[in-house]
Nanobody, 127 residues
Framework: LAQVVESGGGSVQAGGSLRLSCTAS????????LAWYRQPPGQEREGVSC????????HYVDSVKGRFTISRDNEKNTLYLQMNSLKPEDTAMYYC????????????????????WGQGTQVTVSS
């Protein structure tokens, strides 16, 4: 059974940095594109960033471009999200997911999660 486990969240002040990690099991990791999502309090979950199954293509939602960097380590079955210059509006529960291999070719939108949602990791940014 495929599953993902997110970690690395925390509470930081505006301008700070965090590095999120997501470890996947029960699937052939490099067969999938991967994505980070977030869900702010009282709002819907949205795709934040994705990386193609080859690792050569990455995409971001406009609000995080230039501040967040997604990467993957296929040998460790781990996905990362380096978040710099954090803003209060980045406050959310962050989730990862394996998405279909055809996803993340041109956009972070319209992804198709293939793994159950994990427990997420909370990121809180204070002003």
């Amino acid at each position: 059974l495929a599953q993902v486990v997110e970690s690395g969240g925390g509470s930081v002040q505006a301008g700070g940095s965090l590095r999120l990690s997501c470890t996947a099991s029960g699937l052939t990791f490099d067969d999938f594109a991967l994505a980070w999502y977030r869900q702010p309090p009282g709002q819907e979950r949205e795709g934040v960033s994705c990386i193609s199954f080859t690792g050569t293509s990455t995409h971001y939602v406009d609000s995080v471009k230039g501040r967040f960097t997604i990467s993957r380590d296929n040998e460790k079955n781990t996905l990362y999200l380096q978040m710099n210059s954090l803003k209060p509006e980045d406050t959310a529960m962050y989730y990862c997911a394996a998405v279909t291999r055809s996803d993340c070719k041109t956009t972070v939108r319209d992804l198709h999660p293939m793994t159950p949602w994990g427990q997420g990791t909370q990121v809180t940014v204070s002003s």
